[in-house]
């Protein structure tokens, strides 16, 4: 996690105490980095008594904390009153150098700032090369961060395009587009906010240890060990499968009709038909075998 900046009469510790036991009820994945911090800085929060909550789809979350409302989430999600030219300073800085910012507040003002570093995995842009080499020219990414952060967050990769700022029902109308535009969609997510668009997607795919419940639950395919670099051998699968089985149902067709065909003259003997039969069986299990060397080459 990135760094806390206090406002008004909080220090860092209440700030992040707070937060916690707001997101404690929370399932996105930016609730765990605030409990993980508040864990690693030993901060109890059996004291505080929470109540009232509601999770507020893309934007953030509130609960009664000891009888206060209190609010957590994106700056968009409270007034440009309450936000105060110090306050938006150090919101810009922190998105400029890529974290996502979170914001603390009561029903009057920004009581602090919580600023997430969202790390990029080491072999992430090793599998969006090899998407593209696999013939996928189109990689987008879509995020409900500020533009400004996920651009600093993607400079390095060889992405296509970058759609930011996006509520939920805004990653479910851009997949929605891109099916119009392009055909197959395949979607990689792995919060509460993905799920919609993960269930519009052509393939849904979603983070197997990270993952939330509901993406886990909508996706079609799920990544164990959340290994990116299992995404290409996956489509590498998927596409030799469906070779395999065309060819397959190409020879068993294939060696039908040639039975059929000897009957007419009289040709077919018992021994053919047989061959006919079991032969289709072992060629087609013999050819499906060969799955199990794409299997050796990607360990």
């Not at 992430?124 to 013939?135: D, I, K, Q, S």
């Not at 020219?137 to 930011?164: F, K, N, V, Y």
């Amino acid at each position: 996690m990135g760094v806390v900046h206090p406002f008004g009469d909080l220090d860092e510790k209440e700030v992040l105490k707070i937060a916690a036991a707001i997101e404690k009820q929370s399932e996105h994945p930016l609730a765990s980095a605030i409990l993980r911090k508040a864990e690693e800085l030993q901060i109890s929060l059996d004291s505080l008594q929470v109540s009232e909550f509601r999770a507020m789809t893309g934007k953030g979350a509130a609960a009664r904390v000891n009888g206060t409302m209190y609010y957590i989430g994106k700056p968009s999600l409270f007034s440009d009153a309450s936000i105060g030219e110090d306050v938006r300073a150090q919101i810009t800085r922190a998105q400029k150098q890529g974290h996502t910012v979170m914001l603390l507040g009561d029903e009057t003002k920004v009581l602090g700032m919580i600023a997430v570093s969202d790390q990029l995995r080491e072999n992430a842009a090793f599998v969006l090369e090899t998407l593209r080499n696999l013939g996928i020219t189109q990689t987008i990414m879509l995020t409900g961060d500020h533009e400004t952060t996920a651009r600093a967050i993607a400079s390095s990769l060889p992405l296509t395009d970058i759609r930011a700022e996006l509520l939920p029902e805004e990653k479910l109308t851009a997949i929605q587009t891109l099916q119009q535009q392009s055909g197959r969609i395949a979607m990689v997510g792995d919060g509460v906010n993905d799920a919609p668009a993960l269930a519009a997607a052509n393939i849904g795919i979603a983070m197997g240890d990270i993952g939330t419940d509901v993406a886990l639950e909508t996706a079609d395919v799920v990544l164990m060990g959340d290994d990116l670099g299992k995404l290409p051998y996956a489509i590498r699968l998927g596409r030799k499968t469906m070779r395999i089985i065309q060819q397959n149902i190409a020879l068993a067709l294939l060696l039908k009709v040639l039975a059929l065909v000897l009957i007419i003259p009289g040709w077919l003997t018992l021994w053919m038909a047989i061959f006919a039969d079991m032969g289709a069986t072992l060629l087609v299990l013999l050819n499906s075998l060969r799955l199990l060397r794409l299997g050796a080459i990607s360990k």
